[in-house]
């Protein structure tokens, strides 16, 4: 039986990206997303719920997240689910991440101006295999 593990978000990044460098060099960026869901009670009235998402990128997209993004920039992310367990202080913890094979940066570049014209608009890794 074939399984499926896709995930497609459109959202803001809540802060700049996060660069570090594992042992052998390569790039890794950290996003913070949010997604907004809105809806209306039975009662008539509007509500609004932020989902915030854990978002890393390796290598050579890590890069261009790391040079063209920034908090409040809009983006489109594809990618699939991944869960990491570890311990800390004798405590087990465990986080649900979005490993994105792709990213599209889509509106202004999150600072109340357009993206340049140079800048990319959609990045492939094709190094993360899916």
């Not at 869960?83 to 094979?101: C, Q």
């Not at 509106?107 to 140079?118: R, V, Y």
């Amino acid at each position: 039986m074939a399984s499926l593990n896709k995930v497609m978000l459109i959202g803001n990044l809540g802060r700049d990206p996060e660069i570090r460098h594992t042992q052998a060099g390569s790039a890794v960026a950290t996003l913070s997303v949010a997604t907004n869901e809105r809806w209306n009670t039975t009662e008539g009235e509007k509500a609004e719920r932020t989902e915030w998402h854990r978002v890393i990128t390796f290598g050579k997209l890590a890069e261009i997240c790391g040079q063209h993004l920034a908090k409040g920039r809009t983006v489109y992310i594809e990618g699939r689910l991944q869960t990491r367990a570890w311990e800390k202080d004798g405590d087990k913890r465990s986080a649900t991440e979005i490993v994105a094979g792709s990213v599209q940066f889509l509106g202004g570049n999150g600072k109340g101006t357009s993206a340049p014209a140079n800048e990319p608009t959609a990045t492939k890794d094709n190094d993360i295999p899916f």
